[in-house]
């Protein structure tokens, strides 16, 4: 009896134009496209934080935010909103739009881009939506 392992090729298969290969017949093109891949994390601190403190559902009876931010991972304005904010000392709730628990949210609010700033009222209500940096900007200082 021996010590050593038998191991078996694992075959990677992917979609690529329609439908499924393995890897290891792509060409040489295809190979370096799914080895360069960049995969993103879809749960963020923020949105475990807005889960663990507000619930996951829009009926929750928990105290509500102020100010709830939605964006995506491939925003390219949110970062530079969430630095605005965070430099301005604004307490407010970044709500990822591409996570499952928050498509309520998303389609309750009526979200149709991002980066977008609702405001609430203490029943919940809106207060006022903006979507640039600049109408967000002007709105929270307009606010002070």
Request: charged residues 20%; contains cysteine.
């Amino acid at each position: 009896m021996t010590n050593t392992l038998e191991r078996t090729k694992c075959e990677i298969w992917t979609r690529v134009m329609g439908y499924h290969r393995p890897v290891s017949q792509y060409n040489l093109g295809k190979k370096s496209e799914f080895y360069s891949r960049i995969y993103f994390k879809s749960i963020s601190e923020d949105n475990l934080d807005f889960i663990k403190k507000y619930g996951s559902g829009v009926n929750n009876e928990l105290a509500k935010p102020k100010l709830l931010l939605f964006t995506t991972n491939t925003c390219p304005k949110c970062p530079a909103v969430k630095n605005w904010l965070s430099a301005n000392n604004v307490e407010y709730f970044a709500v990822d739009n591409t996570m499952l628990n928050f498509w309520e949210l998303t389609k309750k609010y009526d979200i149709q881009s991002v980066p977008t700033l609702v405001a609430l009222d203490n029943d919940g209500q809106v207060s006022w939506k903006v979507h640039e940096i600049s109408q967000i900007q002007q709105q929270l200082v307009y606010q002070c």
